[in-house]
């Protein structure tokens, strides 16, 4: 066994640790942590409201020459919701869906054309509260190198992947501001390269960016 076998081993023993802590097993009101002053706020109800529908999303891990990668997409312009953004694979909650893994292995292959059995899943975060009314469970699963990844054209335009290293540095994780009819609020960024993520996605990557600490969180 190489040294980056036992890296690789190593540091997803210790994302399994730390995702049973109760820390990673939080549901995360993202809207509300960052912009308490605006929670019950008409214009910004989609964010803070209880009202709620189920989806997963796959943290998909994959080992490159270079070192453990995540895989992200681009969401295809002609999307209705969130065209052109970045994001992970995954979607709404199917009524046939056993669990949010099964939603998360469904959406990345219909979305990326992994095969569920390519992924070896580590587990779950807790849900991650959107701004358009998903409770969203982020499955962190390491896939199978070999996996033909492939975008479904309907409803991504690119594939990319960055560095985990780049994902564990937590000076990496920021809030910005944005606004809304002219009312300023913050959402966390991540921004790489020519890549801006933002939003959701950059939320989980931040709870995610908690399980690689060297140091197990409480």
Known sequence: MTNSDTQSLEL??????????A????????????NPHLVGDKLF??????????????????????GLRVIMTVRSSTMPSHAGQISFP??????????????????AHEEVNIPPDAVDVI??????RGGLGFSVTPVVGVVDASAPLRPCPREVDEIFEIP???VADLANHITEERHLEGVPYKMYAAPYGRYHIWGLTAGILRSFAETLQTEDIA
């Open 23 to 34: 820390t990673a097993a939080r549901v995360r009101e993202l809207f509300s942590e960052i």
């Open 123 to 128: 587990g779950s975060l807790g849900v991650h």
């Open 45 to 66: 109800e989609k964010r803070w409201s209880a009202k709620r529908k189920d989806a997963a999303v796959l943290v998909p891990l994959i080992m490159r020459e270079e």
């Open 12 to 21: 997803r023993a210790r994302i399994e640790r730390n995702l049973k802590h």
């Open 90 to 107: 995954g979607g709404k909650t199917h009524p046939e869906d056993e669990s949010p893994v099964h939603t998360a292995l469904r959406e």
């Open 164 to 166: 985990l290293d780049f």
